[in-house]
């Protein structure tokens, strides 16, 4: 309780005093974070079967036939664990169970689901699964747009499947799985956000608010559940080397602070079950401390500034293709 009968300099200096020791303890705790996340490979050398006997032999990924998703997917099965893929292009389905199949000996169920029909696709993942029980669910399907726009240039129907898909799916996949879990006393949910959810990034604002949103209800799921035995991890990578990050050509070349997916993947599954809110790459926790920290003002105005670069390049790089 303050003493009024301090002078107001002391109650400022105070206040100081109180911001100053939240900013060395959050730098402290996120300096762990990464520390943790970069040694996370020599926590277990003997990886390969941890995952299966903590949680069970079975994980569902959507998003499963592109970038993150399918390396996560070919990570787990190279633990032994039974994949269910689901996307919406059942060709891609095929081809991919197919090639988990034949490298890492598991079984595979493929669903073809759109979630920007978040309801129907939701059912759909229900009524094929039938009694099977899922033992770790991967929410990594994603939408953003082609490259950084305006608000006013995004044509609704798109913006309408950004929000569909970024957070209807997420949480309605939570809700379909999560109660029986519970009643196992086991059980994982990996919900795959972006580091764009720690400050509003314009020209990719609904994405970037879409992934706040991800970030939120994750963390606020994980208290509601916190007796339950399921591990809830929130994962928020920066840019990987994969199609949603094709606008920019110097993010399509693989080095320790753009990772191709499957780099990415290797570190990010073994993040599981030992942190709950990561980024799942050892460079990207750095990035994310550094972002963190960054105040809001500065951030938005670096991020929007990166982005007009960006959208310059693309634009021209697209009128000489044209040509």
Known sequence: MWNLTLPYSTHLALIGLMVV?????????????????????????????????????WALVTGSTDGIGKAYAFELAKRGINIVLVSRNEEKLKKTAEEIENKHLVKTKIIVADFSQVQKAVDTVKEKLGT??????????????DYPLYLTEIPENLIVDIININTGAVTLMCRAFIEDMKKRGKGAIV??????????????????????????FTAGLRYEYRNSGVTIQHLA??????????????????????????????????????????SGFWSHGIQRFIVKMCPTWIAIRGGANLNKIFRRDYINSRKKFDE
């Open 21 to 57: 020791i939240y900013i060395i303890f959050e730098a402290l705790w996120n300096s762990i974070v990464i520390i943790i996340a970069i040694l996370t490979p020599f926590f277990n050398p003997n990886e390969d079967t941890s995952l299966l006997k903590k949680f069970g032999p």
């Open 191 to 216: 919900n795959v956000s972006s580091g764009s959810e720690l400050h509003p990034l314009p020209l990719m604002n609904v994405y970037a608010a879409t992934k706040a949103y991800v970030k939120s």
């Open 132 to 145: 099977l029980k899922i033992d770790i669910l991967v929410n990594n399907v994603g939408k953003n747009y």
């Open 237 to 278: 990578p920066f840019f990987v080397n994969t199609n949603m990050s094709a606008f920019v050509p110097m993010f399509q070349r693989n080095n320790f602070i753009v990772p191709n997916a499957e780099n990415y993947a290797k570190f990010a599954v073994m993040t599981l079950g030992k942190l709950t809110d990561t």
